[in-house]
């Protein structure tokens, strides 16, 4: 009997170092069997929400008198996505404020193969100050460049140490809406950025990119930048479910000066301070089988009438920006 019971437990310890959290695992063991499951096992399809938050303010004062320009912005985005052939579909909202005005921008985008060689996106924005009815945009680009499994293929090769990024795991799990998951995190500041574009120069070819008068200013305003990332990563299937970034622990001194500077006469013999409260995105991804994505009429009407701008990957850069204002 006491066998019996010394092999059951013996079986129930052995199940939870398959099927669950392993204390064993190490960041390292952990992200390669997170590249490994990207290229031997790609899911089929995932739906992704995405929730970002801006709450920030640009204080200015002259040591008698102060004052506060609030700077905010939220937005939730849903996403449907098919990995091969690639599809997708995006339905998301973005309410902004500054200087006490408000603005809220909707955006709408659908992703095809057109099954000849092109990857077909329709993309719809309306902001509420125009007060125009919005409008669908359409644009074709090569579908080969979007080839997800290969990018998970070429990414199971990446050593992240070697650009800059140092990953650790967390001891104990994490909980991701009833998913037992491993807790992997990194940290990108200045010294990583610079370890980062060393890397692209070696591998382009090209000249040092931080040699750059242009580059070698953003990286001075990036001096106290940290951005947090963690990645939460199913511990039955190392498939990541959720990610998380924010900037909340940075420095940003060197930006308040870059923007006191900007700010000309208007801060002259004043302090100027950007305060952030909160700068964070959340991204969780469901596992899903695939599903059809059906671009609506209105939009097909539209490529149809002669809208067609004829660079999808443009489109969605210049819809992104329109976004950012």
Same mark, same amino acid.
């Given at each position: 009997m006491k066998k019996k019971v010394l092999f059951c437990l013996a079986a129930l310890g052995a199940a939870s170092m398959l099927f669950g959290f392993d204390s064993a695992e190490t960041a390292e063991s952990v992200l390669e069997k997170m590249q490994t499951a990207g290229v031997e096992n790609p899911p089929a399809a995932a739906d992704v929400n995405v929730d970002m938050n801006l709450d920030a303010s640009? &204080?200015?004062? &002259?040591? !008698?008198? %102060?004052?506060?320009?609030?700077?905010g912005a939220s937005g939730n985005y849903d996403m449907s996505i098919n990995v091969d052939p690639l599809g997708m579909s995006m339905d998301g909202k973005l309410d902004m404020s500054f200087l006490g005005q408000s603005?809220?921008? +909707?955006?709408?985008?659908?992703? #095809?193969?057109?099954g000849d060689g092109t990857f077909d996106t329709y993309i719809y924005t309306e902001d509420s100050v125009s007060g125009e009815e919005g409008t669908w945009e359409h644009g074709s680009s090569d579908s080969? +460049?979007?080839?997800?499994?290969d990018l998970l293929a070429k990414g199971a090769d990446i050593d992240f140490s070697?650009?800059?990024? /140092?990953?650790?795991?967390?001891? =104990?799990?994490? &909980?991701?809406?009833?998913? =037992?998951? @491993?807790?992997?995190?990194?940290? +990108?500041?200045?010294?990583?950025? =610079?370890t980062f574009l060393n890397k692209i120069s070696e591998v382009s070819g090209e000249e040092d990119l931080t040699s750059d008068e /242009?580059?070698?200013?953003a990286m001075s305003m990036l001096s106290g +930048?940290?951005?947090?990332?963690?990645?939460? #990563? $199913?511990?039955? &299937? @190392?498939? !990541?479910?959720?990610?998380?970034? $924010?900037?909340?622990? %940075?420095d940003l001194s060197a930006i308040s000066q870059y923007l006191a500077m900007a700010m000309g006469e208007m801060?002259?013999?004043s302090s100027v301070e950007l305060s952030l409260n909160d700068f964070s995105l959340d991204t969780f991804v469901t596992y899903t089988d695939r599903k059809e994505i059906v671009v609506p009429?209105?939009?097909?009407?539209?490529?149809? *009438?002669? $809208?067609? *701008?004829?660079?999808?990957?443009? =489109?969605v850069e210049n819809a992104l920006e329109d976004i950012a204002g």
């Open positions: 640009v &204080d200015i004062g &002259d040591g !008698t008198t %102060s004052s506060s320009i609030g700077i603005q809220s921008l +909707i955006m709408k985008l659908y992703g #095809v193969d057109a080969s +460049i979007l080839d997800l499994e070697e650009w800059g990024l /140092d990953f650790e795991l967390a001891p =104990e799990a994490a &909980d991701v809406n009833g998913t =037992e998951c @491993y807790l992997l995190s990194a940290v +990108i500041d200045s010294s990583s950025i =610079e /242009d580059v070698a200013m +930048i940290k951005v947090k990332l963690e990645y939460y #990563v $199913d511990t039955t &299937d @190392y498939q !990541t479910v959720k990610l998380h970034i $924010d900037l909340n622990d %940075s801060a002259e013999g009429e209105e939009a097909l009407a539209s490529a149809e *009438s002669g $809208d067609v *701008s004829g660079d999808a990957l443009g =489109e």
